[in-house]
């Protein structure tokens, strides 16, 4: 008879209080959960349990069993999330456990605390936010003063390794392992022996990639079978699927592709008896690969379109990147380019918005080896910046070598494109010349920065470009024959001359007042968002950042003047369509110019609801200066 059916029978006494009551629903619940019994662990806890993320009724418990409640619910919301592919449900997950352990903390409760964040830390990593998870296992390791509390260590040393491995510090990740190898072998606990031998195999796994180590193959397989018998004798389906998953995966990498089918075979069948929606996934991402290898490509699509259409359900972001990154792949071998070109920097901006930096870095690395051809030679350099960032750290030899690779095949493209123009001849050189257009072009800067710098007066912009008389440059500006009529929209309107000196200086501070162009950015990538506000203060615009569209909405409904808005879709709080169909139905919105500069595939859905113009983030960045002009010169509010 398990922990959980013997407690349950003692559930059954009427002279129970609310509280004694509470609280063994909570250490039924605690079993369930730990067998992977994650429906039944949600009934056991009955009225506690109010839905996934939702905070429990702690009326008439005392403090220990509200801050037990508060675990058990936040961290059962985290497994449903993750089973079940219920979006936000693990920042839900976060903000319930850590309000048990400020619980925990105000009545003195050290082992409790440790074991929140155990919790708290596997949350973190399931949003893919690896280095935070490892400040929380580290942080529970330090707090752990209890010595008898063996198992609830070797617990958090587990999962401390597999965020070590996955974040690509495989070393770091065996040294924890190997240590405790004694205490897992002594160990009786079935549960806790698998757990160690699926890990290490993990790691031998990633090892072997890495170090060019075929002797860690033979020990990994070693290692997941001897994990599958564990988990069947803990009765644990969940984790025994996930022994298999990983054998079926490990065999794939080393070419065993049929074998390979047979274990994820059975990894799918086991995660589709506990209904593990976010597991079968994973499968199915591995399955994919599986069938790419093999040229199976129709299969290999249709199989990673499951498992993305499920993944971008939940709030597992470092899975989801990973997906989509293969899903990339195999749309490129399809000829889907374009598609597959979004969908990679689609994969390395939520893998890295997420913190997985090596999910993101290999994403770019997918991009610039799948579509090197396509990409010109701007977008392929910053790939290629932002990937050797973001994989600076990384101990993987094969990641290290593809990134390698990719800078010798920029290296290579720029100096063959550099031997090309050495021999072009003086006829191709000239072809198509146009002087006066040229020079009109570097006039054209030059004027709008002194119309800027002028504050738009045409007098103080003339004296700026040395120009003899103001009448010069006002003629550059007619609106019917002038040169650069397009930059009239920098220039004050002329006032008929006044006899007051004093009105005359009023008039002056009011038209300077009003020549500062405001423009709202709301975008929640700090990059990105300094990248544009730099490039359009240089021009002499203020720009406004805004990071929540929540805050974003509440400053468009506001009575603030905005000359022109420019939205990322994908925001916390509201997203960019939201934000600009709200400000075409507001009368002071609807002649205001919005750009929408983001990576989502919305252009269609951005042009109805009344956007301007649609910039493809990173790419577009470049053309956001000419589209903002061209608004700002369109618009009569200006």
Known sequence: ???????????????????????????????????????????????????????????????????????????????????????????????LITESITRFQAIGEPTRIVAAQCELGFCYRRAGAYDDARVVYQEALKGLTDISEKELRAKILLRLAIVESISGRYNDALHILTDETQFFEESTNDFLKGKFHNDLGCVLTNLSTAEHRPDYIDRAIIEYTAASYHFEQAEHTSYRASAEHNLGYLLYTI?????????????????????????????????????????????????????????????????????????????????????????????????????????????????????ADRLNEHELLEAYERAHNLLKETQDAETI?????????????????????????????????????????????????????????VTRAARLLGLRHHATLTYMLDAEQGRHKDLAYLRTPPEPRKQSIINRKSRRRTRTKARIITILCVEDYQVVADAVKDTLEELGWTVELCADGTEAMRKIESKEHYHLLILDNQLPGKDGLELARRARQLPHRRRTPIIMLSASDVERDALRVGVNAFLRKPQDIGRLSATVTRLLTKNTNV
């Not at 609280?23 to 109010?50: M, N, T, V």
């Not at 070419?255 to 086991?270: F, K, M, P």
């Not at 040229?295 to 359900?313: H, N």
């Not at 494109?417 to 072009?441: G, I």
């Open 1 to 95: 008879m398990t922990l959980a059916e013997t407690l349950l029978k003692q559930l059954e006494n009427p002279a129970l209080s609310r509280n004694e009551r509470a609280q063994l629903q909570c250490q039924i619940a605690a079993d369930f959960e730990h067998r992977g019994e994650y429906e039944s662990a949600r009934d056991a806890l009955g009225e506690l349990w109010q839905g996934v993320g939702k905070r429990p009724a702690l009326e008439g418990l005392s403090e220990l069993t509200a801050a037990e409640v508060l675990l058990r619910v936040g961290s059962l919301a985290g497994w449903l999330g993750s089973v079940q592919q219920i979006g936000e449900a693990q920042e839900k997950a976060k903000d």
């Open 401 to 457: 070598t593809r990134l390698r690779a990719s800078a010798m095949r920029i290296v290579s493209d720029r100096r063959a494109s550099l031997s090309q123009k050495r021999v072009r001849s003086v006829v191709d050189f000239w072809a198509n010349f146009d002087l006066n257009e040229r020079v009109r072009t570097y006039e054209a800067r030059y004027v709008r920065r002194a119309l800027i710098d002028g504050e738009g007066s």
């Open 255 to 371: 070419g065993r592709y049929e074998e390979a089918h047979e274990h994820l075979n059975s990894a799918r069948s086991l995660f589709a008896d506990v209904q593990n929606k976010g597991r079968i996934a994973q499968v199915d991402e591995a399955r994919a690969r599986v069938l790419l290898a093999q040229g199976r490509l129709p299969a290999a699509e249709s199989a990673i379109r499951e498992a993305v259409r499920v993944l971008s359900k939940g709030g597992e972001q470092g899975l989801l990147a990973e997906a989509l990154t293969t899903q990339g792949r195999i749309l490129s071998k399809r000829g889907n380019f374009i598609e597959s070109v979004n969908t990679l920097r689609r994969a390395a901006d939520l893998a890295e918005e997420a913190g997985a930096v090596e999910d993101a870095g290999r994403a770019l690395l997918s991009l610039m080896e799948e579509h």
